[in-house]
């Protein structure tokens, strides 16, 4: 099976704008693509996950991805997706979470000559002279057509500024001028980017008579049509310190059960010969299917041995023997405790275990929180020094697991 038909196996393909075309491109090794990641913060997450897989399976395949980090875009912010606008971030910020994303896509993609590239539009668009761009790339836009694009239709009603209004204009000369300076002839993206990746094999058409293309990956949506990769504690982040090798493995550990295949499909590297058989599976091989799910992803991101610590610390709270040494720890400064003490719902809150007091005090009252396997039953119920400095293991719910430990 060659790639483009795996990728049609996996259920990755949404749209494409020529299927013959884009086949034998990528099929051949022959795509010079890209995908473009906005720095909207200090780490990528589980929604640019699958566009990272996407690239690493093209990269295997032959074809030369090029990674276009939006330095210049990310002064303005994508409107697609979203009912309000983004808040606008420093200069300062946009360099910060370019360097971070750049840092985590290294474990993806294998960089060098010949092999992968990293470029940032800020090169390009922030030196760009506003009349000449209107000039130059302006002419070539509809604004009737622009404004029947889904990324700008939801906006319309609560209302879509001018200055992101530009966003499509400056993606689609972003493809302009990868298409002229370094031969890209593809651009891959979610869904949600369909109508700005149009706009630029639109604009290389009319400003160079070049054929190029695009093709935009299906969304990871769950059996409810909600997106995945999101907690109550809000992003599933790749960053370690944000959301720990534990708490990645338990999040997919714990997708549900109707949405565990289309995850494997979709975000794994297990042949799709294994995958196949694992559809045969009785239903009470459930758990075993999740286990490997988790442990594939939580190996891709952190690597095996931190997949191994999170399954044995799974292990060691769930029931099955293991070590609980990689449970995600919080360092609870002596001066967060009043004459030698503190409360849970303090103790919660500093652990990053609730989004406000009153949550965790609604928690407590429906016998939601348990300490060292004692239910906490007493709203007002405080926590010694003593008993922090050996460590103290919280559970929030039934699967979220914490343990606040005094800082030495």
């Known amino acids: ?57 093209l990269q ?40 971070c994303f750049k840092k985590q896509m290294e474990r993806f993609i294998e960089f060098g000559d010949d092999k992968a590239i990293i470029v940032n539009n800020a090169d390009w668009l922030l030196n760009l002279k506003y009349v000449d761009l209107l000039r130059e790339v302006g002419a070539h836009f509809s604004v009737n057509n622009m404004l029947r694009a889904e990324c700008y239709k939801q906006r319309m009603e609560r209302g879509l500024s001018f200055f992101e209004f530009n966003y499509m204009i400056m993606q689609a000369y972003d493809f302009l001028h990868l298409h002229e300076t370094v031969g890209c002839n593809m651009q891959f993206g979610g869904d949600d980017q369909w109508s700005n990746m149009l706009a630029g094999t639109e604009l290389i058409r009319r400003k160079l008579g070049d054929d190029a293309y695009a093709m935009t990956i299906t969304l990871l949506m769950n059996s409810e049509g909600k ?11 790749l960053d370690p310190n944000k959301t720990s090798p534990f708490e990645f493995y338990q999040y997919w550990r714990n997708v549900d059960d109707a949405d565990v295949m289309k995850c ?48 044995e610390a799974a292990k060691a709270l769930f029931g099955g023997g293991g070590d609980d040494s990689s449970m995600p720890t919080t360092q609870v400064p002596l001066s967060a405790l009043t004459n030698g003490e503190i409360s849970v719902i303090d103790l919660m809150m500093c652990c990053g275990l609730g989004k406000s007091k009153g949550e965790i005090r609604r928690l407590i009252e429906q016998g939601g929180v348990v300490l060292d396997g004692e239910k906490v039953t007493q709203i007002d119920q405080t926590v010694p020094q003593d008993r922090l400095k050996d460590g103290v293991k919280i559970r929030k719910g039934k699967k979220i697991y914490h343990r606040a430990l005094l800082e030495a």
């Not at 038909?5 to 693509?33: M, W």
């Not at 995908?35 to 913060?41: E, H, R």
């Not at 045969?280 to 091989?285: A, I, L, N, Y």
Request: aromatic share 6%; net charge negative; hydrophobic share 40%.
């Open 60 to 99: 295997m395949a032959g074809n030369k991805p090029v990674v276009l980090l939006g330095g210049g875009t990310g002064m303005v912010g994508d409107p697609s997706g979203r009912t309000d606008m983004r808040p606008m971030m420093t200069p300062e910020t946009i360099q910060h979470n370019c360097e």
């Open 227 to 237: 997106k995945m990769g999101k907690t109550a504690k809000g992003a599933v982040w």
């Open 1 to 57: 099976m060659q790639i483009y038909e795996e990728l049609q196996a996996r259920g990755l393909i949404a749209q494409v704008t020529d299927e013959k075309e884009i086949r034998e491109l990528v099929n051949r090794g022959g795509a010079r693509f890209y995908i473009g990641f906005d720095p909207t913060a200090d780490s990528l997450h589980v929604g640019h996950f699958m566009a990272l897989c996407l690239m690493k399976r």
């Open 264 to 311: 494997l499909r979709m975000l794994t590297f297990v042949p799709l010969e294994k995958i196949n058989e694992m559809e045969t599976w009785d239903g009470s091989r459930i758990n075993e299917k999740k286990e490997i799910l988790a442990m594939e992803l939580t190996a891709l991101v952190h690597g095996q041995e931190e997949a191994e610590k999170a399954r």
